[in-house]
């Protein structure tokens, strides 16, 4: 089983039957993350198309002002989720510096959440990975997946030592400092991802097909020196030790646990 760790699979469009057979045929596990409301609702569509798909409920950084002053309407959905993401911050793409107070207020909503219920989150950290890191030790966040993590090395070290996991995706193939930082990871924090369908279309103008995870993985077993197959079980095994204490995830625990064998 190859894990995609982060992934937008209401973006596909025409092409989602195209994806949910690639899924299957490829066995890939991807946990569907939303970006707010609009994308939850099809998301957990799709989750009922296949077992394999695990939806979970965020709100982007960017669709924070939006959402910032009714975020107790978002409860039931919170608590309804398995785990929480896509949240995050993002001081990078948005510049407009007005919006920050709300997307670190949307943000630490969805962080006391996940501390009371125990969930996992998934991260956007773009031009914010020292106030993402702040916020973690403050709220207690152990278990964090970083996704697609670009940000200074000081900081990557710093949430390495914090114990976050760290999801590598599709830039590893062009970018040298996707990959010093895909070498640098230590073995038992280190996820895979792909971030499709955009991820591959913002590099290189292409639609990612969740096979992508595959091209992903052999570029980052060559970089480390070990064999792909050997790299998908490492990830599949961190992944196992991520959920293996939630007790939402029990089910996916046991499929995943199986399908190792
Ligand atoms: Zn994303």
Avoid: C
């Avoid at 991802?193 to 091209?215: A, F, H, R, S, Y």
């Amino acid at each position: 089983m190859l894990i995609d760790a982060h992934a937008h699979l209401d973006k596909y469009g025409d092409l989602l039957d195209d994806a949910l057979r690639q899924i299957e045929e490829e066995q890939i596990f991807p946990i569907a993350t939303a970006m707010d409301l609009s994308s939850y609702l099809p998301i957990l569509q799709i989750a009922e198309m296949s077992d394999l798909v695990l939806p979970i409920f965020g709100i982007h950084p960017r669709r924070a002002p939006e959402y910032a002053d009714h975020l107790s309407e978002l409860n039931p959905i919170i608590e309804q989720s398995r785990a929480i993401g896509e949240i995050g911050l993002d001081f990078h793409w948005v510049e407009d510096s007005s919006q920050y107070p709300a997307q670190i207020k949307v943000l630490e909503y969805f962080l006391a959440a996940a501390r009371e219920q125990k969930k996992f989150v998934n991260l956007h950290t773009k031009g914010a990975e020292e106030e993402i890191l702040k916020l973690l030790e403050r709220y207690d966040i152990k278990r964090a997946i970083v996704h697609w993590y670009s940000g200074p090395l000081d900081i990557l070290r710093a949430l390495v030592q914090f114990g976050a996991y760290f999801t590598i995706g599709v830039e590893v193939l062009y970018s040298e400092t996707i990959q010093a930082i895909a070498k640098e990871l230590p073995e038992n924090l280190l996820l895979t991802e792909t971030d499709n369908p955009g991820g591959l279309k913002w590099l290189k103008g292409v639609v990612g097909m969740p096979n992508q995870i595959e091209k992903v993985v052999d570029a980052i077993g060559k970089l480390r020196g070990v064999s792909s197959e050997s790299l998908a079980l490492t990830v599949h095994e961190n992944f196992l030790r991520l959920i293996e204490p939630d007790p939402w995830l029990r089910e996916v625990y046991a499929m995943l646990a199986l399908s190792k064998r």
